[in-house]
């Protein structure tokens, strides 16, 4: 069974940054691709980074400049970096294991709240 477990919301004016971090228990980790979605009140959940087993990665077309998407495999962990953050970039933030291709199961953390004042 795996957990994911976010940490690193918070509040931030806007032009400022935040680094969001997700630890996976469990040993597929490594195997899977993981990443990061939002969700905005009133509005369905998106995808904003994803990162592959290899290290390739994708962005929304969004965040792509701002946001950086990184994996420490030894530690679990999947990062965050947001920069020049926006009041548009408020949302509950998910991490995401896409276990599908190996298991049949994808996990999800609790979500983390990012709130950018302007």
């Known amino acids: 069974q795996v957990q994911l477990v976010e940490s690193g919301g918070g509040l931030v004016q806007a032009g400022g940054s935040l680094r969001l971090s997700c630890v996976a228990s469990?040993?597929?980790?490594?195997?899977?691709?993981v990443g990061w979605y939002r969700q905005a009140p009133g509005k369905q959940r998106e995808l904003v980074a994803v990162?592959?087993?290899?290290?390739?990665?994708n962005y929304a077309g969004s965040v792509k400049g701002r946001f950086t998407i990184s994996r420490d495999n030894a530690k679990n962990t999947v990062y965050l970096q947001m920069n020049s953050l926006k009041p548009e970039d408020t949302a509950v933030y998910y991490c995401n294991l896409n276990g599908l291709g190996y298991n049949g199961m994808n996990y999800w953390g609790k979500g983390t709240l990012v709130t950018v004042s302007s």
């Open positions: 469990g040993s597929i980790f490594r195997l899977v691709a």
């Open positions: 990162i592959g087993s290899g290290g390739s990665t």
